[in-house]
Structures are given as structure tokens and as C-alpha cells.
């Protein structure tokens, strides 16, 4: 590893709206697989990883703390710390949160915060921009990647440097809004002007000094929400007292529109944020017809589209041209690709009628592994569920309904009122309306099983938990 190496602050929220049905807000687009065999914070930590870079810090929400590191420790990688946001406040609250914790802990580091829900085709050339930016960071400054426009885009920021850019960059003179077509076209025409990636390299005690300068109000309330953090199983909660007092803000908004001392450094591989599902058509690989198919699909007399739909279903596309259609077994979408940035527009209808759909992801992740359910009657529901080798269920009961296990895969322990039981594949067992239980994977491989809960209510908040192995206090199962 280098002397100096950088730590990469991977931020890891977000809403996952704009590729609905795949993204959704409770599994939003950086743990989806869009492009490749990995999910886009794996292609994201993996970007920054190296004798160069050092194990990243990880800002996320609660609820997706464990996809997080289930993610990265499939491609073995071990963060050094994960920063659990009580709440949304957007990039400025985040970056200061790591970059206290970073001096705190590890002294005055550089850091590369980098949005973990990004397409970059050379990882070796975002490798290298970033080592150059280290440079800018060491003496003092903030640098900040800026990607060469393609087109007159009207849903990012620009920068506009001082002066003719060369590969180590060049002082900022302005940073531009989100313009309109018009204005989008006459920036492009200048060569020095780039988008804004929301990418940026500085040092811990620099970044905090930003903030002490130019957003005073979040200093404090940051800086106790990381001092009066709290511990859990391998993460790190900041306190929610605090953190209610700071305000939801931009990094771009609350320091870089401010600071006098930054640099921007060109970036000019292939780069796109994936915001839409025609942006995922032209990031995909496509046949001489323009058609990209993702999973079971055959398209016949298909052109410039995009076909996907996951392991469960089959898509047939007959006479398409410029649609998308991505097909869930809960959702399908259909869009003219062309309006497929409205997609967050329709979630919102769709939200308004109580679908469960337009939030909720399928499957539904835990420390011990994840469940998904199957199907949802009056007075039943069936789930699949997958536990990890040495996974183990919280001690639990139920007032309001009974279950039964069938093992598909895998060893299961089960403990019923005292008793335990070891079951394998096609054996059952049933656990009565009241019964204290626990379920462990017993192998060393995922332990599989269909439950099927018979009763009146089937919400998690039926459950009575006596003993949790992850020292658990909300959240069921």
C-alpha cells in the first residue's frame, strides 16, 4: 500500500426512483446490477481499490446497512467504518460526518468521496485522476472531478475553470446550476467547461475547515452526532439528537459554491450517473439493431430498446422500437425510452394508490441473510428465506399467527419451546400461535425454506423477541 494512501468515502444513499421497478427505495439503484455481474457499489468500491487507496468509510442509512456489507464482503472488501445516517440530509452532512470521523480516528487523511451509483469505463484512468487530485488535496486544496459533456444536458451542474485545462487541472472560476437547453448549449461550446460529478478529493482537516468557514451551522451538530456515536455490531450509528438539528444540503451548495481554492480536474474516460433507463440503453452493450436484452428475453423485429426481465420471468418483445420494458414478477414497466426520465413522475401516481410496489423491494435483507415474500392471501402468506452459513433468527414469538417451515436446502435448527430439532431438505416442522422459536443454518452453505404464516395479522411488529445474537431492538425476524 502507498505511504499516503487515499480513503474513499463511498456515499451510499438515495431514493431509487428513476429505475423503477429494479430500483426502488427500499433497495435503491447502487445495490442493483445494471450493467455488469456487479452491483454498482461493488463497481464502485473495486474503482477505488489498490496499493494506492486504503479501506473506504461508508455513509448509508439504517436500513440498508446490511446490503451494504454483504455487497462488499462478496468481493472482499472490508470497510474501514460504516457511518449509519439517523436521517437524510443529503451530501453536505454526510461528507462532514466522514471527514470527522476520518481526522478522529485516522488523522488528517485525503479523501475520495465518491457517489457509489456511478457508470466509469476505465477504472484506471479514474485511478489515476484521482492520484492527481491527491496532489491538489496535499497542498491544501479542494479538487473535484469534472467530466467532459457529451451533450447539452440540463440535469447537471457545469464548472467553469479560470483557466485552459491540461490533465492536473485548473482553478475554478464558477460553479453554473442545472441550466435550460439553451443556456446547456452555448456552455458546451466552451472546451474548458465540464459537468459537475459530484466527485471531490481533499483532506480531512481541510474539509472540516470548509465547513468551519463556509456552512458554520452544520459544524456542531455534525461534530456531536460523530462524537456521540454509537457502536452496533460492526456499524457505527451517529446519534439522532444532533444530526435532527443539521440542515439538509448539498456538499456542491454548502461549501464548493463558497471555497476560493478549488481545483478541477478533467476526467474524459466514459462516465454516466445511470439517471435514467435510456441512459442504461446506452451504456449496454446492443445488437446491429440497437436492442439490449437482459435475462429471459427474445426480441424479434425490435429496434433501439431495451429488454430485461429477471430470473423469474420470460419477455418477449415482437415489433418494438425505442421502448423499455423491464419486466419484475410484482412490476413491469413499459416507457417510450425517449420519456423514460418520467418514470419518477408515474411512482408517484403509483404511490398514491398504497402499492406496496412503489417503495418496496421484493426482497428484504437481514444480518443472518434475507426473505422475500411470495405470495399474500386474507389469512395466509408465504415467504422464501435464505439463511447465511452460521446465521441465526432472533428467539422470537408471534401473537397473531403460526408458521410452518419446509427446508428446501441446506441444515436448519430449529428450537421450539426448548426443544430443538435439526431438519434437512423436504423434512417440515410447525411452530403453534405463542410458540418461543429460533432458527439457525446448522451447515456451511445457505440453509433455504419456504414458510408459510397462517393467522390474522402478518405485519413485523408481531413479534415478542427474548434473545438476538446482532443485539437487535426494532426490527423483526
Request: aromatic share 8%; glycine share 8%.
Amino acid at each position: 500500500m502507498a505511504e499516503n494512501p487515499i480513503v474513499p468515502v463511498l456515499l451510499c444513499g438515495g431514493a431509487g426512483t428513476r429505475l423503477w421497478p429494479l430500483s426502488r427505495r427500499s433497495f435503491p439503484k447502487q445495490f442493483v446490477q445494471l450493467l455488469t455481474d456487479n452491483t454498482m457499489l461493488q463497481e464502485t468500491a473495486l474503482r477505488v481499490n489498490g496499493p494506492s487507496f486504503s479501506a473506504p468509510i461508508v455513509v448509508t442509512a439504517e436500513p440498508f446497512r446490511f446490503i451494504v456489507t454483504e455487497q462488499l464482503d462478496q468481493i472482499g472488501i472490508r470497510p474501514r467504518a460504516v457511518l449509519l445516517e439517523p436521517s437524510p440530509k443529503n451530501t453536505g452532512p454526510a461528507i462532514l460526518a466522514a471527514a470527522e470521523w476520518a481526522a478522529q480516528n485516522l488523522g488528517d487523511v485525503t479523501l475520495a468521496v465518491v457517489p457509489t451509483d456511478h457508470a466509469i469505463t476505465s477504472a484506471s484512468d479514474f485511478q489515476e485522476t484521482l492520484l492527481r487530485a491527491q496532489a491538489r488535496a496535499d497542498s491544501g486544496h479542494i479538487a473535484t472531478l469534472g467530466i467532459a459533456p457529451t451533450h447539452a444536458a440540463t440535469g447537471y451542474g457545469y464548472i467553469e475553470p479560470q483557466e485552459a485545462l491540461d490533465k492536473d487541472g485548473a482553478k475554478v472560476a464558477r460553479f453554473l446550476e442545472k441550466p435550460n437547453h439553451d443556456t446547456a448549449l452555448k456552455l458546451i461550446k466552451n472546451p474548458s467547461i465540464l459537468w459537475n460529478a459530484g466527485i471531490f478529493v481533499l483532506g480531512a482537516h481541510a474539509a472540516i475547515s470548509a465547513f468551519e468557514t463556509h456552512a458554520t451551522d452544520l459544524v456542531v451538530p455534525i461534530r456531536d452526532a460523530v462524537a456521540a456515536a454509537e457502536p452496533d455490531f460492526g456499524f457505527l450509528r451517529l446519534a439522532p439528537g444532533p444530526w435532527a438539528h443539521a440542515e439538509s444540503i448539498s456538499f456542491d451548495y454548502a461549501v464548493m459554491e463558497h471555497a476560493t481554492d478549488v481545483y478541477v480536474l478533467p476526467f474524459r474516460s466514459g462516465w454516466s450517473d445511470l439517471g435514467s433507463w435510456d441512459a442504461i440503453w446506452s451504456e449496454s452493450v446492443k445488437d446491429k439493431q440497437g436492442v439490449v436484452t437482459q435475462g429471459e428475453v427474445i426480441a424479434e423485429d425490435c429496434s433501439s430498446t431495451l429488454l430485461r426481465a429477471s430470473k423469474e420471468m420470460a419477455l418477449i418483445g415482437v415489433g418494438l422500437s425505442d421502448l423499455i420494458v423491464i419486466a419484475e414478477p410484482d412490476a413491469v414497466l413499459v416507457a417510450d425510452r425517449r420519456q423514460s426520465n418520467r418514470v419518477g413522475e408515474a411512482l408517484l401516481a403509483l404511490a398514491g394508490t398504497g402499492k406496496s410496489q412503489a417503495t418496496e423491494a421484493r426482497r428484504d435483507y437481514r444480518p443472518w441473510g434475507w426473505f422475500e415474500s411470495l405470495k399474500v392471501g386474507e389469512h395466509f402468506q408465504v415467504k422464501h428465506i435464505c439463511v447465511k452459513p452460521e446465521g441465526t433468527l432472533s428467539l422470537q414469538s408471534h401473537q397473531h399467527r403460526a408458521e410452518h417451515w419446509i427446508v428446501v436446502q441446506g441444515i436448519a435448527e430449529v428450537t421450539i419451546d426448548g426443544v430443538v430439532s435439526e431438519l434437512r431438505a423436504n423434512q417440515s416442522i410447525y411452530v403453534p400461535l405463542g410458540a418461543v422459536h429460533r432458527l439457525r443454518n446448522a451447515g456451511d452453505v445457505d440453509m433455504r425454506l419456504i414458510e408459510v404464516q397462517t393467522g390474522s395479522y402478518f405485519g413485523e411488529d408481531d413479534i415478542t423477541r427474548f434473545d438476538d445474537v446482532y443485539a437487535r431492538q426494532t426490527e423483526g425476524t
